[in-house]
């Protein structure tokens, strides 16, 4: 009965918001997104679905995290739920570099983008994040947000489709670029946010604040451990806490939004 209902409010929402988009408004102003795309609404940040309350709380820390002419990098932005918050955010003055290999998500955040010309455009970079400079096979199926670096990540009951991607180390993308340090990193990526860190050593001994989403469940296939992560957290004199509360992360890791804050 539930899904047939989301089932309908998502046909109506196409319906009443195919061509300026759904509103989501926010401190005085409003964004819009296409249907089923908008950011999750903070007044859900109590609730007792972990997904959503850790979305809501999310959207709470990054509007409490950027300001006018501040950096920030979504890395896994898949329809820009979090880019265009940010960017707006961030204003004409600041800048908003979002990473999403998936090319059927990248059509779907662009199209945000296009619903939102009175925010700076993010810059979008078609390729993801890991902790080697080359290619690499990424899995999809069709713009979900479980596409990812390992097939375990994806749904199993449904077809996935193989595509050859870029991947760089965020340091050295960064320092090609040549931007200012980023006050504000956001990594949902289906368990590759264990490489992604790997990669991203010189920022993460700065200042930047950073939220990221653990997947254990696809670490096996990434050869990665519980330990590789906190050894990672431990070298960059940072610790690792939830989103939600419920402090310190242990062994051996669970799903979950977590903070990783300079100690």
């Not at 102003?29 to 709380?57: C, E, H, W």
């Not at 979090?82 to 003055?93: D, K, Q």
């Not at 290619?135 to 009951?157: I, R, V, Y």
């Not at 590789?228 to 992360?249: A, H, N, P, Y």
Request: net charge neutral; glycine share 8%.
């Amino acid at each position: 009965m539930r899904a047939q209902v989301q089932k309908l409010v998502f046909m109506l929402k196409t319906i009443l918001y195919s061509r300026a988009g759904e509103p989501y408004p926010f401190g005085g102003k409003t964004l819009r997104f296409t249907p089923g795309s908008r950011p999750v609404r903070t007044k859900y940040r109590n609730s007792t679905n972990a997904n959503v309350r850790n979305d809501a709380l999310q959207v709470d820390l990054v509007l409490n995290s950027l300001q006018e002419g501040d950096t920030a990098i979504d890395i896994g932005a898949h329809a820009g739920q979090y880019g265009v918050l940010m960017s707006a955010c961030c204003g004409a003055s600041g800048q908003v570099i979002c990473f999403e290999p998936d090319p059927d998500a990248l059509t779907r955040l662009k199209e945000n983008i296009a619903l939102n010309p009175q925010i700076k455009s993010p810059q979008l970079v078609n390729a993801a994040c890991s902790d080697t400079n080359g290619t690499a096979t990424f899995f999809t199926q069709g713009g979900n947000s479980q596409s990812s670096l390992a097939k375990s990540a994806l749904p199993q009951d449904r077809e996935t489709k193989e595509i050859s991607v870029r991947t760089f180390r965020l340091d050295d993308w960064w320092a090609s670029e040549g931007l200012e340090a980023p006050a504000f990193v956001k990594i949902d990526t289906e368990g590759a946010e264990v490489h992604i860190l790997r990669g991203m050593p010189k920022i993460l001994a700065s200042k930047a604040k950073i939220v990221c989403e653990l997947h254990p469940f696809a670490w096996d296939e990434f050869g990665v451990t519980f330990q590789d992560l906190e050894s990672i957290i431990v070298q960059s004199g940072r610790t690792m806490k939830w989103l939600d509360g419920r402090g310190r992360v242990e062994s051996p890791g669970e799903y979950g939004t977590v903070i990783i804050e300079r100690a």
